[in-house]
């Protein structure tokens, strides 16, 4: 099973409004990031925390991370059109050289 | 956008046939990656590379193979084609050892028909 699995699904907002994007994992991890995809394109990174972050900020980005609940959340403020993407959650795992990839929300924003 | 291309963008192939899929990076990073990417299962990881010749397998590894004769080409190949590999295929690369930070290549939309 997924280590990563982000929560909801799907969100549907208006423009301006917040979005918070959840994400729960299972193993310890060194680090979370978060990658968005905006349709038919490769995934692009947008933040990374530390396991011993709690809170990182960047723009109109703010992630948190709960590691006793193995959880993160994305928020975005102020939401804009161009917003309207899917966005993932990755996790290391202790001692692979690789990230697993959680199956994302996909985020509309309605203008 | 990282110096990462795919070849080819899209493929159409039929059952049964080989089809090779190639990342080509020019930021000289030392790992590679290649994952399938399918509605209702997120992005899932094929297999990886942590260097030139040294390949490791990821999760859905079954039916695919690597080769990595360079650091700035990574070759995904289908020996026979099934419909079960109609995906979209990404490269990712990263430098970063102690994150693991990927960069994304646009990907190949591959039908199996």
């Known amino acids: 099973s997924q280590q990563g699995e982000e929560d909801p699904q799907a969100l549907s907002i208006q423009e301006g409004e917040n979005a918070t994007m959840n994400c729960s994992y299972k193993?310890?991890?060194?680090?979370l990031q978060w990658y968005r995809q905006n349709s038919g394109r490769g995934l692009v990174h947008l933040i990374l925390?530390?396991?011993?972050?709690r809170e990182k900020h960047s723009g109109r980005l703010r992630v948190t991370l709960d590691t006793s609940k193995k959880s993160s959340s994305l928020l975005i403020t102020a939401s804009r059109a161009a917003d309207t993407a899917s966005y993932f959650c990755?996790?290391?795992?202790?001692?692979?050289?690789?990230?697993?990839f959680g199956q994302g929300t996909r985020l509309t924003i309605n203008p | 956008d990282a110096g990462i291309t795919q070849s080819p963008r899209h493929k159409v192939t039929e059952t049964g046939t080989p089809v090779t899929l190639r990342c080509h990076q020019t930021?000289?990073?030392?790992?590679m990656y290649w994952y399938r990417q399918d509605p209702g299962h997120g992005l899932r990881l094929i297999h990886y590379?942590?260097?030139?010749?040294?390949?490791d397998k990821g999760e859905v590894s079954d039916g695919y193979s690597v080769s990595r004769s360079k650091t700035e080409d990574f070759l995904l190949t289908l020996e026979s084609a099934t419909s079960s590999q109609t995906s979209v295929y990404f490269c990712?690369?990263?430098?970063?050892?102690?994150?693991?930070?990927?960069?994304f290549g646009p990907g190949t939309r591959l039908t199996v028909t």
């Open positions: 930021e000289n990073h030392r790992y």
């Open positions: 193993t310890s991890i060194n680090n």
């Open positions: 590379s942590y260097g030139v010749k040294d390949t």
């Open positions: 925390i530390r396991s011993n972050e």
């Open positions: 990755a996790t290391d795992i202790q001692g692979a050289q690789k990230l697993v």
């Open positions: 990712a690369i990263s430098a970063d050892r102690a994150t693991y930070e990927q960069y």
